[in-house]
T-cell receptor
Framework: KNEVEQSPQNLTAQEGEFITINCSYSVGISALHWLQQHPGGGIVSLFMLSSGKKKHGRLIATINIQEKHSSLHITASHPRDSAVYICAVRGGTDKLIFGTGTRLQVFP | DTAVSQTPKYLVTQMGNDKSIKCEQNLGHDTMYWYKQDSKKFLKIMFSYNNKELIINETVPNRFSPKSPDKAHLNLHINSLELGDSAVYFC????????????FGPGTRLTVL
């Protein structure tokens, strides 16, 4: 079993829908990262959080340390949001442990 | 003005060859990383250097040898390439103590024939 589990693995949505991607982890962490990987392959850091909630534009990330769970929400989804979203947790040595990713496709 | 750059972007080579991938960051970060992304798109840490010192060395065959000539550069040399080494290799950097957000390079797609 992976130390970082994401669900769902694949997600399709219609433009405008509200999207939630979940991440659960089983190890102690100092921070949790949400990353986005576009079809072209590049990886971009979306959020890094260790408690509470962060918002950037239409993206919201939350974390519950007690439950070892984080969610990434996308409001008013758009086809340009189509990408793979990766959850990663950081332990004490700055080492990132990655989830297997969630492939999101948003159709017009 | 690229923050983290890697060369080459694509590398196609024969089994048994030796090859290098270079990474440079101009963010002034003190920590650099190499990650491998396999065919199922799963990312895994390989190495990390902080101020030119190796701090993370995962279970990686010793055919892989990282080299950090200075804080801004972390190169990856691979000896005796095997078919299973085919993957996308990502370099990243971060600043310790600043929260640890990592900035990724564009990746190098290595294909071993």
């Amino acid at each position: 079993k992976n130390e970082v589990e994401q669900s769902p693995q694949n997600l399709t949505a219609q433009e405008g829908e509200f999207i939630t991607i979940n991440c659960s982890y089983s190890v102690g962490i100092s921070a949790l990262h949400w990353l986005q990987q576009h079809p072209g392959g590049g990886i971009v850091s979306l959020f890094m959080l260790s408690s509470g909630k962060k918002k950037h534009g239409r993206l919201i990330a939350t974390i519950n340390i007690q439950e070892k769970h984080s969610s990434l929400h996308i409001t008013a989804s758009h086809p340009r949001d189509s990408a793979v979203y990766i959850c990663a947790v950081r332990g004490g040595t700055d080492k990132l442990i990655f989830g297997t990713g969630t492939r999101l496709q948003v159709f017009p | 003005d690229t923050a983290v750059s890697q060369t080459p972007k694509y590398l196609v080579t024969q089994m048994g060859n030796d090859k290098s991938i270079k990474c440079e960051q101009n963010l002034g970060h003190d920590t650099m990383y190499w990650y491998k992304q396999d065919s199922k798109k799963f990312l895994k840490i390989m190495f990390s250097y902080n101020n030119k010192e190796l701090i993370i060395n995962e279970t990686v065959p010793n055919r892989f040898s990282p080299k950090s000539p200075d804080k801004a550069h972390l190169n990856l040399h691979i000896n005796s390439l095997e078919l299973g080494d085919s993957a996308v290799y990502f370099c990243a950097s971060s600043q310790r103590g600043s929260g640890g957000e990592q900035f990724f390079g564009p990746g190098t797609r290595l294909t071993v024939l």
